[in-house]
């Protein structure tokens, strides 16, 4: 019988929140990947909008941001993502001083035509649960019938929420133990009823 992987969905530029998804596949045959998205409506003079200036923030982390995505080094402790808001406003949450970290951004963005949103995790410590996430998901020795492999139904970090969302077919005292005690024990996890995607 094959082995399952994670395969994460990605979610496109057309969402309004920085999320991604985890989804089990085949183990061997895919890898896995994190990766984040904004909507862009312009709302900055001229011709900035949110996605530009999300994307000008994301190149002051790293020209190649795009192929590092799930790599949790890129990001500055201070971040902890970004959303575009009902006003079509970027978003940027950050950790420790909302005001210093939005001088910071100012700087790094050239203009102060978006908000800060005050956050407790950074995205830095959201990746890493992620990539636990995966790790585990993408372990050849886990056996397939795994309570969790089966059960495992997706997980992506809710900036809005500043948490991790993972969704279990169960969300029974036991498997979230299970959970806990076999791939990460993280306050940063929020536990869902979610349903396994339909396979194409």
């Keep these: 019988m094959k082995k ?3 395969f994460l969905f990605f979610i496109s530029f057309l969402t309004f929140f920085l999320a991604t998804s985890c989804n089990q596949q085949h ?3 895919e890898e896995g990947s994190v990766s984040q998205s904004v909507t862009a409506n312009a709302n900055a003079p001229l011709t900035q909008s949110a996605e530009e200036l999300y994307e000008r923030l994301m190149a002051s982390f790293g020209d190649n941001w795009m192929e590092r995505e799930t790599d949790p080094d890129l990001y500055p402790d201070y971040y902890g993502g970004a959303f575009v808001d009902n ?3 970027l978003v940027i949450a950050v950790t420790g001083n909302p005001e210093e970290n939005k001088k910071r951004l100012i ?3 050239g203009t102060d035509n978006f908000n800060v949103e005050s956050v407790q995790y950074s995205y830095r410590r959201m990746m890493q649960v992620m990539n636990s996430i995966d790790a585990f998901l993408m372990n050849s020795a886990i056996p397939e019938n795994h309570p969790l492999m089966t059960r495992f139904a997706g997980a992506y970090p809710d900036v809005m ?3 991790i ?3 279990l077919t169960e969300t ?4 979230i133990r299970l959970f806990q005690k076999d791939i990460i024990d993280s306050p940063l996890i929020i536990f869902e009823q979610g349903e396994l995607p339909e396979l194409m």
């Design 4 to 6: 399952t992987n994670t």
């Design 27 to 29: 183990k061997k045959n």
């Design 87 to 89: 006003n079509a406003t």
């Design 107 to 109: 700087e790094i963005l």
């Design 161 to 163: 929420e500043n948490r």
């Design 165 to 167: 969302k993972v969704f």
């Design 172 to 175: 029974d005292d036991a498997t």
